[in-house]
């Protein structure tokens, strides 16, 4: 009787071919991932782009996309491509009027928004320069006014001190004089009463 179990070199062969098969399910499903991840515009020449139920104008039409709409793309066909609107409609379009980046009038109104933006940022900038240089301007004058004060203070006080030591002085030059004038005067009136009486 014989043996039904594969051989070693088949059981490789069929293992060989399922990591194949794997591999290929694998790349098909990253392609459909990142198509469906793709953007896609409407291209200048288009004024009006209908939208179909499927992939061919015998299709009913169920909407339309008009230049610088932008889409998503579900999936690619034989001159067609379904995708999904920004509405969140999906449906088929003719895949020549699409292009993988913004139309050139969409590039022009988003430089124009940005340079608006630009131009306000710029306008406030301007602003507050001129609002820092009067604050500026007042600090300066400010820390002027401070210093030439500082230096009357200063002054002031300098000359509080050396005139402080007058009244000192004065006073202790008077206390002098006035002991002075006592002593004078106590050693005369000693004097007198010292001296004898004579009677002729």
Known sequence: MKSTRPRPDS?????????????????????????????????????NL?????????????????TG?????????????????AEGKEGWVSAGFLQASPPARVKLER??????????Q???????????????????????????EIDRLTRENYQLSAGARWPEWITGAGIVLVGMALGALLGRNASRRRQPRVRL
């Open 11 to 47: 059981v490789g062969a069929l293992t060989l071919r399922a990591l194949l098969q794997l591999a290929v399910m694998a790349l098909m499903a990253l392609s459909a991932t990142s198509a469906q991840a793709q953007k896609a515009w409407v291209v200048d020449r288009a004024v």
């Open 50 to 66: 209908t939208l179909r139920t499927g992939a061919g104008t015998q299709y009913r039409i169920i909407g339309s996309l008009t």
């Open 69 to 85: 709409d932008v889409a998503t793309i579900l999936t690619r066909g034989d001159g067609w491509t379904q995708v999904r609107t």
């Open 111 to 120: 430089l124009e928004r940005d340079a608006e933006e630009l131009s306000r």
């Open 122 to 148: 710029a306008a406030e900038l301007s602003e507050k320069t001129a609002d820092l240089r009067t604050t500026n301007d007042e600090l300066k004058s400010n820390d002027e006014k401070q210093r030439l």
